[in-house]
Protein backbone atom coordinates (compact mmCIF):
# COMPACT_ATOMS: atom_id res chain seq x y z
CA UNK A 1 0.00 0.00 0.00
CA UNK A 2 2.68 2.23 -0.76
CA UNK A 3 0.76 4.07 -3.41
CA UNK A 4 1.13 8.07 -3.61
CA UNK A 5 -2.11 9.52 -2.13
CA UNK A 6 -3.90 12.39 -4.16
CA UNK A 7 -6.30 14.82 -2.89
CA UNK A 8 -8.59 16.03 -5.57
CA UNK A 9 -10.79 19.06 -4.51
CA UNK A 10 -13.31 19.96 -7.02
CA UNK A 11 -16.97 20.83 -6.55
CA UNK A 12 -17.66 19.37 -9.80
CA UNK A 13 -18.11 15.18 -9.55
CA UNK A 14 -17.28 14.96 -13.55
CA UNK A 15 -13.80 16.74 -12.75
CA UNK A 16 -13.67 14.64 -9.73
CA UNK A 17 -14.22 11.58 -11.28
CA UNK A 18 -11.84 12.22 -14.41
CA UNK A 19 -9.02 12.91 -12.33
CA UNK A 20 -9.54 9.83 -10.10
CA UNK A 21 -10.19 7.74 -13.24
CA UNK A 22 -7.16 9.23 -15.30
CA UNK A 23 -4.60 8.68 -11.50
CA UNK A 24 -5.76 5.49 -10.61
CA UNK A 25 -4.46 4.00 -13.80
CA UNK A 26 -0.94 5.65 -12.99
CA UNK A 27 -1.39 3.24 -9.69
CA UNK A 28 -1.92 6.48 -7.07
CA UNK A 29 -4.94 6.03 -4.31
CA UNK A 30 -7.21 8.71 -5.07
CA UNK A 31 -9.53 10.68 -2.26
CA UNK A 32 -11.63 13.43 -2.94
CA UNK A 33 -13.51 16.76 -1.97
CA UNK A 34 -15.81 18.96 -2.68
CA UNK A 35 -15.25 22.01 -0.92
CA UNK A 36 -13.31 24.24 1.44
CA UNK A 37 -13.65 22.66 4.73
CA UNK A 38 -13.77 19.13 3.66
CA UNK A 39 -10.90 19.36 1.67
CA UNK A 40 -9.17 21.00 4.94
CA UNK A 41 -10.39 17.47 7.06
CA UNK A 42 -8.95 15.35 4.25
CA UNK A 43 -5.36 17.11 4.41
CA UNK A 44 -5.37 16.21 8.41
CA UNK A 45 -6.55 12.81 8.47
CA UNK A 46 -5.06 11.62 5.46
CA UNK A 47 -1.93 13.75 4.91
CA UNK A 48 -1.98 13.37 0.98
CA UNK A 49 1.23 13.37 -0.93
CA UNK A 50 -0.31 15.82 -3.17
CA UNK A 51 -3.32 18.05 -3.46
CA UNK A 52 -5.09 19.08 -6.85
CA UNK A 53 -7.19 22.19 -5.98
CA UNK A 54 -9.87 24.14 -7.72
CA UNK A 55 -9.68 27.78 -6.98
CA UNK A 56 -14.12 28.18 -6.95
CA UNK A 57 -15.02 26.11 -4.27
CA UNK A 58 -18.09 26.50 -2.10
CA UNK A 59 -17.40 27.37 1.86
CA UNK A 60 -13.76 28.52 1.19
CA UNK A 61 -11.97 28.87 -1.84
CA UNK A 62 -8.56 27.64 -3.28
CA UNK A 63 -6.25 30.62 -2.35
CA UNK A 64 -7.20 30.30 1.06
CA UNK A 65 -6.85 26.51 1.75
CA UNK A 66 -3.78 26.43 0.09
CA UNK A 67 -2.51 29.70 2.36
CA UNK A 68 -4.00 27.61 5.37
CA UNK A 69 -2.12 24.18 4.01
CA UNK A 70 0.89 26.40 4.08
CA UNK A 71 0.72 28.37 7.21
CA UNK A 72 0.71 24.70 9.08
CA UNK A 73 4.11 23.36 9.32
CA UNK A 74 3.03 19.36 9.49
CA UNK A 75 1.32 20.17 6.32
CA UNK A 76 3.37 22.53 4.54
CA UNK A 77 5.70 20.18 2.26
CA UNK A 78 2.79 18.93 0.41
CA UNK A 79 2.64 20.21 -3.29
CA UNK A 80 -0.53 21.99 -4.30
CA UNK A 81 -1.71 21.86 -7.61
CA UNK A 82 -4.15 24.56 -8.45
CA UNK A 83 -6.74 23.37 -11.10
CA UNK A 84 -8.90 25.75 -12.45
CA UNK A 85 -11.13 27.17 -15.11
CA UNK A 86 -9.69 30.91 -14.52
CA UNK A 87 -6.22 31.06 -16.86
CA UNK A 88 -5.88 35.07 -16.48
CA UNK A 89 -1.94 36.36 -15.29
CA UNK A 90 -4.34 37.73 -12.11
CA UNK A 91 -5.38 34.55 -11.30
CA UNK A 92 -1.91 32.49 -11.59
CA UNK A 93 -0.23 34.88 -9.69
CA UNK A 94 -2.78 35.02 -6.77
CA UNK A 95 -2.09 31.46 -7.33
CA UNK A 96 1.23 31.16 -6.76
CA UNK A 97 1.23 34.23 -3.58
CA UNK A 98 -1.10 31.56 -1.77
CA UNK A 99 1.73 28.87 -2.27
CA UNK A 100 0.58 26.38 -4.90
CA UNK A 101 3.54 24.60 -6.56
CA UNK A 102 1.74 25.04 -10.07
CA UNK A 103 -0.97 25.98 -11.57
CA UNK A 104 -2.81 23.91 -14.26
CA UNK A 105 -5.81 25.75 -16.67
CA UNK A 106 -9.20 23.66 -17.31
CA UNK A 107 -10.00 22.06 -19.46
CA UNK A 108 -6.94 20.38 -18.87
CA UNK A 109 -5.11 17.39 -20.24
CA UNK A 110 -5.11 14.28 -19.28
CA UNK A 111 -1.34 13.38 -20.10
CA UNK A 112 -0.37 16.90 -19.24
CA UNK A 113 -2.24 16.40 -15.76
CA UNK A 114 -0.30 13.10 -14.79
CA UNK A 115 2.86 14.57 -16.18
CA UNK A 116 2.71 17.16 -13.10
CA UNK A 117 1.49 14.96 -10.93
CA UNK A 118 4.15 12.96 -10.91
CA UNK A 119 6.90 15.58 -11.46
CA UNK A 120 5.63 16.73 -7.73
CA UNK A 121 5.66 13.09 -6.30
CA UNK A 122 8.88 12.59 -7.67
CA UNK A 123 10.38 14.76 -5.12
CA UNK A 124 8.89 12.47 -2.13
CA UNK A 125 12.49 11.57 -0.85
CA UNK A 126 13.26 14.60 -1.01
CA UNK A 127 10.00 15.96 0.68
CA UNK A 128 9.64 12.97 3.28
CA UNK A 129 13.59 13.44 4.49
CA UNK A 130 12.31 17.16 5.12
CA UNK A 131 9.10 16.05 6.79
CA UNK A 132 11.09 14.42 9.18
CA UNK A 133 13.22 16.96 9.73
CA UNK A 134 10.24 19.35 10.11
CA UNK A 135 9.10 17.11 12.61
CA UNK A 136 12.32 16.96 14.39
CA UNK A 137 12.63 20.81 14.81
CA UNK A 138 9.39 21.19 15.88
CA UNK A 139 9.66 18.37 18.40
CA UNK A 140 13.17 20.11 19.88
CA UNK A 141 11.19 23.11 19.96
CA UNK A 142 8.69 21.77 22.11
CA UNK A 143 11.29 20.51 24.35
CA UNK A 144 13.05 23.61 24.50
CA UNK B 1 17.57 -15.13 -3.90
CA UNK B 2 20.80 -15.58 -1.82
CA UNK B 3 23.19 -16.79 -2.97
CA UNK B 4 24.40 -19.44 -0.50
CA UNK B 5 21.17 -21.17 -1.07
CA UNK B 6 22.02 -21.59 -5.32
CA UNK B 7 22.98 -25.12 -5.96
CA UNK B 8 23.48 -24.56 -9.86
CA UNK B 9 22.53 -22.40 -12.75
CA UNK B 10 23.40 -21.88 -15.97
CA UNK B 11 22.38 -20.38 -19.61
CA UNK B 12 19.10 -22.01 -21.74
CA UNK B 13 21.31 -21.82 -25.00
CA UNK B 14 24.04 -24.11 -22.68
CA UNK B 15 21.53 -26.38 -20.47
CA UNK B 16 17.88 -26.24 -21.78
CA UNK B 17 14.91 -26.06 -19.25
CA UNK B 18 14.19 -30.02 -20.38
CA UNK B 19 17.40 -31.28 -19.68
CA UNK B 20 17.69 -29.49 -16.25
CA UNK B 21 14.54 -30.74 -15.23
CA UNK B 22 14.77 -33.75 -16.19
CA UNK B 23 18.47 -34.09 -14.23
CA UNK B 24 16.93 -32.42 -11.26
CA UNK B 25 14.22 -35.17 -10.98
CA UNK B 26 16.48 -38.35 -11.84
CA UNK B 27 18.77 -36.84 -8.74
CA UNK B 28 15.62 -36.34 -6.50
CA UNK B 29 16.05 -32.72 -5.73
CA UNK B 30 14.34 -30.54 -3.83
CA UNK B 31 14.14 -26.72 -4.04
CA UNK B 32 13.25 -24.09 -6.37
CA UNK B 33 14.00 -23.53 -10.17
CA UNK B 34 13.56 -20.37 -11.24
CA UNK B 35 14.31 -19.71 -15.12
CA UNK B 36 13.91 -16.15 -16.63
CA UNK B 37 13.95 -14.77 -19.92
CA UNK B 38 13.42 -10.88 -20.92
CA UNK B 39 10.90 -10.08 -18.35
CA UNK B 40 9.63 -13.23 -18.13
CA UNK B 41 10.01 -15.69 -15.01
CA UNK B 42 9.19 -19.03 -14.53
CA UNK B 43 9.39 -20.44 -10.35
CA UNK B 44 8.68 -24.24 -9.76
CA UNK B 45 8.94 -25.83 -6.63
CA UNK B 46 10.71 -29.70 -6.80
CA UNK B 47 10.06 -32.02 -3.76
CA UNK B 48 12.32 -35.25 -4.35
CA UNK B 49 12.20 -34.79 -8.15
CA UNK B 50 8.88 -34.49 -8.58
CA UNK B 51 7.23 -30.96 -9.34
CA UNK B 52 5.02 -29.62 -6.19
CA UNK B 53 4.19 -26.26 -7.05
CA UNK B 54 4.43 -23.28 -9.54
CA UNK B 55 4.96 -19.72 -8.14
CA UNK B 56 1.63 -17.92 -9.41
CA UNK B 57 0.93 -14.44 -11.49
CA UNK B 58 -1.27 -12.43 -8.82
CA UNK B 59 -4.03 -11.61 -11.30
CA UNK B 60 -5.17 -14.86 -12.44
CA UNK B 61 -7.26 -15.74 -9.00
CA UNK B 62 -9.63 -12.75 -10.50
CA UNK B 63 -10.08 -13.92 -13.97
CA UNK B 64 -10.96 -17.27 -12.83
CA UNK B 65 -14.00 -16.28 -10.81
CA UNK B 66 -14.68 -14.52 -13.47
CA UNK B 67 -14.68 -17.60 -15.52
CA UNK B 68 -16.20 -19.23 -13.18
CA UNK B 69 -18.99 -16.55 -13.20
CA UNK B 70 -19.00 -16.67 -17.27
CA UNK B 71 -19.76 -20.11 -17.62
CA UNK B 72 -22.65 -20.29 -15.14
CA UNK B 73 -20.68 -22.36 -12.58
CA UNK B 74 -22.18 -19.39 -10.09
CA UNK B 75 -24.00 -16.44 -9.83
CA UNK B 76 -23.42 -13.11 -9.67
CA UNK B 77 -23.82 -12.50 -5.74
CA UNK B 78 -21.69 -15.97 -5.28
CA UNK B 79 -18.79 -14.42 -7.47
CA UNK B 80 -19.22 -10.92 -5.18
CA UNK B 81 -18.16 -12.66 -2.09
CA UNK B 82 -15.28 -14.88 -4.01
CA UNK B 83 -13.64 -11.80 -5.23
CA UNK B 84 -12.72 -10.48 -2.07
CA UNK B 85 -10.30 -13.01 -2.43
CA UNK B 86 -8.76 -12.14 -5.84
CA UNK B 87 -5.60 -11.50 -4.62
CA UNK B 88 -5.31 -15.12 -3.02
CA UNK B 89 -2.92 -17.50 -4.80
CA UNK B 90 -5.21 -19.76 -6.98
CA UNK B 91 -4.62 -22.62 -4.80
CA UNK B 92 -6.13 -20.82 -2.16
CA UNK B 93 -9.17 -20.32 -4.01
CA UNK B 94 -10.09 -23.31 -5.37
CA UNK B 95 -9.72 -24.60 -2.49
CA UNK B 96 -12.54 -22.40 -1.40
CA UNK B 97 -14.38 -23.51 -4.57
CA UNK B 98 -13.74 -27.22 -3.22
CA UNK B 99 -15.26 -26.29 0.24
CA UNK B 100 -18.52 -24.40 -1.45
CA UNK B 101 -18.90 -26.92 -3.75
CA UNK B 102 -18.83 -24.82 -6.80
CA UNK B 103 -15.58 -27.71 -7.80
CA UNK B 104 -14.50 -30.81 -7.14
CA UNK B 105 -11.22 -31.92 -5.66
CA UNK B 106 -10.79 -34.02 -8.82
CA UNK B 107 -10.77 -30.48 -10.56
CA UNK B 108 -8.59 -28.22 -8.39
CA UNK B 109 -5.79 -30.64 -8.91
CA UNK B 110 -6.70 -30.74 -12.30
CA UNK B 111 -6.32 -26.93 -12.54
CA UNK B 112 -3.20 -26.76 -10.32
CA UNK B 113 -1.81 -29.67 -12.73
CA UNK B 114 -2.67 -27.61 -16.03
CA UNK B 115 -1.03 -24.60 -14.55
CA UNK B 116 2.20 -25.86 -14.29
CA UNK B 117 2.04 -27.42 -17.82
CA UNK B 118 0.75 -24.13 -18.95
CA UNK B 119 3.81 -22.53 -17.48
CA UNK B 120 5.95 -25.13 -18.69
CA UNK B 121 4.97 -25.34 -22.52
CA UNK B 122 5.38 -21.56 -22.63
CA UNK B 123 9.32 -21.90 -20.83
CA UNK B 124 9.98 -24.64 -23.15
CA UNK B 125 10.43 -22.29 -25.87
CA UNK B 126 12.49 -20.09 -24.85
CA UNK B 127 15.76 -19.78 -26.21
CA UNK B 128 17.56 -17.83 -24.30
CA UNK B 129 17.80 -17.32 -20.51
CA UNK B 130 18.71 -18.22 -17.12
CA UNK B 131 18.26 -20.38 -14.75
CA UNK B 132 19.18 -21.03 -11.30
CA UNK B 133 18.58 -23.78 -8.67
CA UNK B 134 17.85 -23.13 -5.22
CA UNK B 135 17.54 -25.14 -1.74
CA UNK B 136 14.90 -22.44 -0.84
CA UNK B 137 11.57 -23.92 -0.53
CA UNK B 138 8.29 -21.96 -2.07
CA UNK B 139 5.61 -21.61 0.10
CA UNK B 140 2.75 -24.29 -1.60
CA UNK B 141 -0.73 -24.26 -0.34
CA UNK B 142 -1.97 -27.65 -1.83
CA UNK B 143 1.83 -29.25 -2.37
CA UNK B 144 1.36 -32.11 -5.60
CA UNK B 145 3.73 -34.49 -7.09
CA UNK B 146 3.88 -34.50 -10.58
CA UNK B 147 6.21 -36.52 -12.38
CA UNK B 148 8.43 -34.57 -14.67
CA UNK B 149 8.47 -36.76 -17.05
CA UNK B 150 4.20 -36.72 -17.98
CA UNK B 151 4.33 -33.21 -17.07
CA UNK B 152 7.07 -32.47 -19.68
CA UNK B 153 5.42 -34.78 -22.17
CA UNK B 154 2.00 -32.54 -21.70
CA UNK B 155 3.94 -29.06 -21.95
CA UNK B 156 5.86 -30.14 -25.22
CA UNK B 157 2.92 -31.51 -26.53
CA UNK B 158 1.36 -28.03 -26.21
CA UNK B 159 3.97 -26.44 -27.28
CA UNK B 160 3.73 -28.38 -30.78
CA UNK B 161 0.01 -27.45 -30.61
CA UNK B 162 0.42 -23.76 -30.08
CA UNK B 163 3.46 -23.57 -32.99
CA UNK B 164 0.52 -24.97 -35.31
CA UNK B 165 -1.77 -22.10 -34.23
CA UNK B 166 1.09 -19.33 -34.71
CA UNK B 167 -1.16 -18.66 -38.25
CA UNK B 168 -4.14 -17.48 -36.52
CA UNK B 169 -1.92 -14.27 -35.60
CA UNK B 170 -2.80 -14.26 -32.71
CA UNK B 171 -0.90 -14.83 -28.92
CA UNK B 172 -1.10 -15.71 -25.29
CA UNK B 173 -2.11 -12.04 -24.47
CA UNK B 174 -4.32 -11.53 -27.16
CA UNK B 175 -7.99 -10.10 -25.80
CA UNK B 176 -10.97 -10.74 -27.87
CA UNK B 177 -14.92 -9.56 -27.08
CA UNK B 178 -18.23 -9.61 -28.14
CA UNK B 179 -19.21 -8.29 -31.02
CA UNK B 180 -22.13 -5.52 -30.03
CA UNK B 181 -23.66 -5.47 -33.57
CA UNK B 182 -24.22 -9.00 -33.95
CA UNK B 183 -27.65 -9.89 -34.15
CA UNK B 184 -28.16 -13.44 -35.38
CA UNK B 185 -28.96 -16.40 -33.78
CA UNK B 186 -25.58 -18.01 -32.58
CA UNK B 187 -27.62 -21.25 -32.11
CA UNK B 188 -27.85 -21.68 -35.85
CA UNK B 189 -24.10 -21.32 -36.58
CA UNK B 190 -23.19 -25.45 -36.15
CA UNK B 191 -20.44 -23.87 -32.95
CA UNK B 192 -18.57 -26.77 -30.86
CA UNK B 193 -19.09 -26.62 -27.59
CA UNK B 194 -15.18 -25.42 -26.73
CA UNK B 195 -16.13 -22.47 -29.29
CA UNK B 196 -19.21 -21.53 -27.23
CA UNK B 197 -17.18 -21.44 -24.29
CA UNK B 198 -14.45 -19.40 -25.59
CA UNK B 199 -17.13 -17.39 -26.83
CA UNK B 200 -18.96 -17.13 -23.52
CA UNK B 201 -15.83 -15.84 -21.75
CA UNK B 202 -14.39 -13.01 -24.78
CA UNK B 203 -15.10 -10.57 -22.54
CA UNK B 204 -12.80 -8.06 -23.55
CA UNK B 205 -10.50 -8.65 -20.41
CA UNK B 206 -9.55 -12.42 -20.55
CA UNK B 207 -6.12 -13.42 -22.09
CA UNK B 208 -6.10 -16.41 -24.31
CA UNK B 209 -3.85 -17.99 -21.99
CA UNK B 210 -6.52 -17.10 -18.73
CA UNK B 211 -9.30 -18.92 -21.10
CA UNK B 212 -7.21 -22.21 -21.71
CA UNK B 213 -6.69 -21.87 -18.02
CA UNK B 214 -10.32 -21.58 -17.40
CA UNK B 215 -11.67 -24.20 -20.25
CA UNK B 216 -8.59 -26.62 -19.21
CA UNK B 217 -7.84 -26.65 -22.87
CA UNK B 218 -4.78 -25.99 -24.64
CA UNK B 219 -3.93 -22.12 -25.48
CA UNK B 220 -3.72 -23.21 -29.47
CA UNK B 221 -7.41 -24.73 -28.96
CA UNK B 222 -8.28 -21.38 -27.68
CA UNK B 223 -6.30 -19.47 -30.30
CA UNK B 224 -8.07 -21.18 -33.37
CA UNK B 225 -11.83 -21.02 -32.16
CA UNK B 226 -10.85 -17.68 -31.63
CA UNK B 227 -9.97 -17.35 -35.10
CA UNK B 228 -13.11 -19.32 -36.28
CA UNK B 229 -14.81 -16.57 -33.79
CA UNK B 230 -13.17 -13.98 -35.65
CA UNK B 231 -14.12 -15.49 -39.06
CA UNK B 232 -17.97 -15.84 -38.33
CA UNK B 233 -17.89 -11.96 -36.91
CA UNK B 234 -19.26 -12.58 -33.16
CA UNK B 235 -16.19 -11.66 -31.63
CA UNK B 236 -13.27 -9.02 -32.26
CA UNK B 237 -9.60 -8.17 -30.68
CA UNK B 238 -9.13 -5.55 -28.44
CA UNK B 239 -6.62 -3.02 -29.39
CA UNK B 240 -5.67 -1.58 -25.58
CA UNK B 241 -3.29 1.29 -27.50
CA UNK B 242 -6.35 2.52 -29.69
CA UNK B 243 -9.09 2.02 -26.51
CA UNK B 244 -6.61 4.14 -24.14
CA UNK B 245 -6.84 6.80 -26.91
CA UNK B 246 -10.08 6.78 -27.31
CA UNK B 247 -10.66 6.96 -23.98
CA UNK B 248 -8.37 10.00 -23.99
CA UNK B 249 -9.83 11.88 -26.39
CA UNK B 250 -13.63 11.06 -24.72
CA UNK B 251 -12.30 12.32 -21.74
CA UNK B 252 -11.44 15.45 -23.19
CA UNK B 253 -14.96 15.85 -24.45
CA UNK B 254 -16.36 15.71 -21.07
CA UNK B 255 -13.49 18.28 -19.38
CA UNK B 256 -14.39 20.38 -22.41
CA UNK B 257 -17.87 20.46 -21.66
CA UNK B 258 -17.55 20.73 -17.69
CA UNK B 259 -15.26 23.31 -18.11
CA UNK B 260 -18.26 25.14 -20.21
CA UNK B 261 -20.94 24.43 -17.56
CA UNK B 262 -18.68 25.47 -14.92
CA UNK B 263 -18.68 29.13 -16.68
CA UNK B 264 -20.84 31.48 -14.32
CA UNK B 265 -22.26 34.03 -16.49
CA UNK B 266 -22.86 37.75 -15.73
CA UNK B 267 -26.50 38.56 -15.64
CA UNK B 268 -29.98 36.53 -15.07
CA UNK B 269 -31.88 33.78 -16.27
CA UNK B 270 -31.42 33.47 -20.07
CA UNK B 271 -27.49 33.88 -19.59
CA UNK B 272 -27.62 30.66 -17.66
CA UNK B 273 -29.66 29.22 -19.65
CA UNK B 274 -27.41 30.11 -22.26
CA UNK B 275 -24.40 28.51 -20.74
CA UNK B 276 -26.42 25.37 -20.16
CA UNK B 277 -26.79 25.22 -23.81
CA UNK B 278 -23.41 26.24 -24.72
CA UNK B 279 -22.24 23.04 -22.45
CA UNK B 280 -24.79 20.79 -24.00
CA UNK B 281 -23.90 22.07 -27.63
CA UNK B 282 -19.83 21.91 -26.93
CA UNK B 283 -20.41 18.16 -25.80
CA UNK B 284 -22.84 17.01 -28.77
CA UNK B 285 -19.96 18.50 -30.74
CA UNK B 286 -17.14 17.34 -29.32
CA UNK B 287 -18.85 13.52 -29.56
CA UNK B 288 -19.27 14.34 -32.96
CA UNK B 289 -15.99 15.16 -33.79
CA UNK B 290 -14.37 12.30 -31.86
CA UNK B 291 -16.53 9.60 -33.81
CA UNK B 292 -15.25 10.99 -36.99
CA UNK B 293 -12.05 9.79 -35.63
CA UNK B 294 -12.48 6.60 -34.20
CA UNK B 295 -15.33 5.51 -35.78
CA UNK B 296 -15.48 1.53 -36.66
CA UNK B 297 -16.42 2.25 -40.02
CA UNK B 298 -13.71 5.28 -40.30
CA UNK B 299 -10.84 3.30 -39.15
CA UNK B 300 -8.29 1.41 -40.87
CA UNK B 301 -8.97 3.31 -43.87
CA UNK B 302 -5.72 5.93 -44.16
CA UNK B 303 -6.05 9.51 -44.08
CA UNK B 304 -9.86 10.32 -44.95
CA UNK B 305 -11.08 13.81 -46.58
CA UNK B 306 -12.73 16.03 -43.75
CA UNK B 307 -15.73 16.06 -46.12
CA UNK B 308 -16.00 12.34 -46.62
CA UNK B 309 -16.10 12.34 -42.55
CA UNK B 310 -18.50 15.17 -42.38
CA UNK B 311 -20.85 12.91 -44.61
CA UNK B 312 -20.37 10.26 -42.75
CA UNK B 313 -21.19 11.99 -39.65
CA UNK B 314 -24.77 13.40 -41.54
CA UNK B 315 -25.80 10.11 -42.36
CA UNK B 316 -25.35 8.52 -39.23
CA UNK B 317 -26.49 11.52 -37.11
CA UNK B 318 -28.91 13.04 -39.14
CA UNK B 319 -32.01 10.45 -39.01
CA UNK B 320 -31.45 11.81 -35.04
CA UNK B 321 -31.24 15.48 -36.12
CA UNK B 322 -34.58 14.99 -38.06
CA UNK B 323 -36.40 13.20 -34.98
CA UNK B 324 -35.38 16.72 -32.55
CA UNK B 325 -36.20 18.92 -35.10
CA UNK B 326 -40.00 17.23 -35.57
CA UNK B 327 -40.69 17.10 -31.76
CA UNK B 328 -38.89 20.54 -31.00
CA UNK B 329 -39.23 22.61 -34.05
CA UNK B 330 -37.10 25.27 -32.87
CA UNK B 331 -33.97 23.01 -34.07
CA UNK B 332 -35.09 23.86 -37.99
CA UNK B 333 -32.64 26.77 -37.21
CA UNK B 334 -29.68 23.65 -36.41
CA UNK B 335 -28.83 22.13 -39.43
CA UNK B 336 -24.66 19.74 -39.88
CA UNK B 337 -22.40 21.78 -41.10
CA UNK B 338 -18.69 19.95 -41.58
CA UNK B 339 -20.24 17.00 -39.46
CA UNK B 340 -20.77 19.80 -36.74
CA UNK B 341 -24.42 20.86 -35.11
CA UNK B 342 -24.86 24.29 -36.20
CA UNK B 343 -26.47 25.92 -33.10
CA UNK B 344 -25.83 29.63 -34.20
CA UNK B 345 -28.68 30.40 -34.79
CA UNK B 346 -29.88 29.27 -31.49
CA UNK B 347 -27.12 31.06 -29.93
CA UNK B 348 -28.38 34.40 -31.39
CA UNK B 349 -31.93 33.64 -30.34
CA UNK B 350 -31.53 36.61 -28.03
CA UNK B 351 -31.50 39.34 -30.53
CA UNK B 352 -34.71 38.71 -31.89
CA UNK B 353 -36.69 36.87 -28.89
CA UNK B 354 -37.16 37.86 -25.53
CA UNK B 355 -37.88 37.69 -22.11
CA UNK B 356 -40.59 34.54 -21.36
CA UNK B 357 -40.36 33.53 -24.89
CA UNK B 358 -37.09 33.66 -24.82
CA UNK B 359 -36.63 31.16 -22.09
CA UNK B 360 -39.49 28.64 -23.76
CA UNK B 361 -37.07 28.26 -26.28
CA UNK B 362 -34.36 27.85 -24.81
CA UNK B 363 -35.70 25.62 -22.26
CA UNK B 364 -36.82 23.63 -25.74
CA UNK B 365 -33.39 23.99 -26.40
CA UNK B 366 -32.07 22.27 -23.83
CA UNK B 367 -34.19 19.33 -23.93
CA UNK B 368 -33.60 18.41 -27.42
CA UNK B 369 -29.93 18.91 -26.84
CA UNK B 370 -29.86 16.51 -23.75
CA UNK B 371 -31.73 14.08 -25.72
CA UNK B 372 -29.21 14.22 -29.12
CA UNK B 373 -26.21 14.21 -27.26
CA UNK B 374 -27.41 11.13 -24.90
CA UNK B 375 -28.46 9.72 -27.99
CA UNK B 376 -25.07 10.30 -29.88
CA UNK B 377 -22.98 9.14 -27.19
CA UNK B 378 -24.61 5.52 -26.63
CA UNK B 379 -24.60 5.41 -30.53
CA UNK B 380 -20.98 5.64 -30.27
CA UNK B 381 -19.97 4.20 -27.11
CA UNK B 382 -21.66 1.03 -28.58
CA UNK B 383 -20.22 1.44 -31.84
CA UNK B 384 -16.22 2.23 -30.59
CA UNK B 385 -15.68 0.64 -27.13
CA UNK B 386 -18.71 -1.62 -26.44
CA UNK B 387 -18.81 -3.58 -23.32
CA UNK B 388 -15.03 -3.39 -22.61
CA UNK B 389 -13.75 -2.50 -19.17
CA UNK B 390 -13.08 0.79 -21.10
CA UNK B 391 -16.38 1.31 -22.50
CA UNK B 392 -17.35 0.49 -18.74
CA UNK B 393 -15.42 3.28 -17.35
CA UNK B 394 -16.33 5.24 -19.61
CA UNK B 395 -20.46 5.76 -19.13
CA UNK B 396 -19.57 5.68 -15.46
CA UNK B 397 -17.88 9.36 -15.80
CA UNK B 398 -21.05 9.92 -18.64
CA UNK B 399 -23.43 9.04 -16.13
CA UNK B 400 -21.57 11.95 -13.24
CA UNK B 401 -21.40 14.27 -16.23
CA UNK B 402 -25.09 13.66 -17.09
CA UNK B 403 -26.14 13.89 -13.05
CA UNK B 404 -24.20 17.09 -13.14
CA UNK B 405 -26.06 18.46 -15.96
CA UNK B 406 -29.16 17.44 -14.37
CA UNK B 407 -28.14 19.38 -11.50
CA UNK B 408 -27.83 22.66 -13.33
CA UNK B 409 -31.21 21.89 -15.09
CA UNK B 410 -32.99 21.66 -11.72
CA UNK B 411 -31.13 24.54 -10.24
CA UNK B 412 -32.25 26.80 -13.34
CA UNK B 413 -36.03 25.73 -13.03
CA UNK B 414 -35.46 26.72 -9.45
CA UNK B 415 -34.71 30.04 -10.50
CA UNK B 416 -37.84 30.25 -12.45
CA UNK B 417 -37.79 28.33 -15.16
CA UNK B 418 -41.42 27.11 -16.70
CA UNK B 419 -40.70 23.02 -16.80
CA UNK B 420 -40.25 20.04 -13.81
CA UNK B 421 -37.23 17.96 -13.97
CA UNK B 422 -39.79 14.96 -14.52
CA UNK B 423 -40.39 16.58 -17.96
CA UNK B 424 -37.29 16.04 -19.54
CA UNK B 425 -35.67 13.42 -20.47
CA UNK B 426 -33.43 11.63 -18.13
CA UNK B 427 -31.51 8.69 -17.07
CA UNK B 428 -27.91 7.61 -18.67
CA UNK B 429 -26.40 6.69 -22.07
CA UNK B 430 -29.23 4.34 -22.46
CA UNK B 431 -31.59 6.66 -23.64
CA UNK B 432 -33.38 4.31 -26.15
CA UNK B 433 -34.78 2.31 -23.71
CA UNK B 434 -36.59 5.29 -22.32
CA UNK B 435 -39.31 6.45 -24.47
CA UNK B 436 -37.40 9.35 -26.22
CA UNK B 437 -39.77 12.64 -26.40
CA UNK B 438 -41.78 11.87 -23.29
CA UNK B 439 -45.34 12.43 -24.58
CA UNK B 440 -46.83 13.44 -21.94
CA UNK B 441 -44.49 16.79 -22.01
CA UNK B 442 -46.83 19.53 -22.43
CA UNK B 443 -44.13 22.08 -23.12
CA UNK B 444 -43.11 19.30 -25.97
CA UNK B 445 -46.47 18.92 -27.58
CA UNK B 446 -47.09 22.82 -27.66
CA UNK B 447 -43.97 22.65 -29.60
CA UNK B 448 -45.21 20.61 -32.42
CA UNK B 449 -47.28 22.89 -33.65
CA UNK B 450 -45.32 26.58 -32.35
CA UNK B 451 -46.11 29.65 -34.68
CA UNK B 452 -43.58 31.21 -32.43
CA UNK B 453 -40.72 29.39 -34.40
CA UNK B 454 -42.28 30.78 -37.81
CA UNK B 455 -42.11 33.89 -36.39
CA UNK B 456 -38.85 33.36 -35.38
CA UNK B 457 -37.64 32.15 -38.95
CA UNK B 458 -39.71 35.10 -40.40
CA UNK B 459 -38.02 38.27 -38.36
CA UNK B 460 -34.68 36.28 -39.10
CA UNK B 461 -35.31 36.66 -42.94
CA UNK B 462 -35.94 40.27 -42.33
Not at chain 1, 123 to 142: C, G, Y
Amino acid sequence: MNDPVVLVVDDSPTVRKIVQLTLQREHMRVITASDGLSALAAVADEEPDLILLDIMLPRMDGYNICRIIRDKMEFRHIPVIMLSGKDGLFDKVRGRLAGSSEYLTKPFDSVELVQSVKKHLANAPVRERRRDSERNISRLRRRG
Amino acid sequence: MQQHGRILDGDLETLGLQATLKMLALSGKTGTLIVTSGQETLSLYLQKGQIAALQEQSSSSADLIEMIRLLGRMDRQVAARFRSMADQPSAVLLDAFVQYRIISEAEMLQRLEFRIIQALSRALRWQQGHFEFHRNVLSCEIPLALNVDHVLLESLRQADEWDEALETGLNRTTVARWMPEFDGDVRRLGLEKDQINVLCLANGQLTVQAIAYGLLISEAHVALAMAHLLELGLIEVVDEALEAELERNLIRVLTTSQHELSKQPQGGADQRLLVLIKALATCTNGLLNHHGQYARELRGRGAMHPRQIARYLEESFGPLLGQVQARWPIFETVAFTQGQLDCQEILALNTLVKGEQLQDFYWDVVDGLYWLMKQICTTIVRDEIGNSRSGRQFLDLWRTFLHEIDEEIARNQGRGGPGNAAQRPGGGPGGSRDDPFRESNPRMRQAESDPRVAQVRERRRM
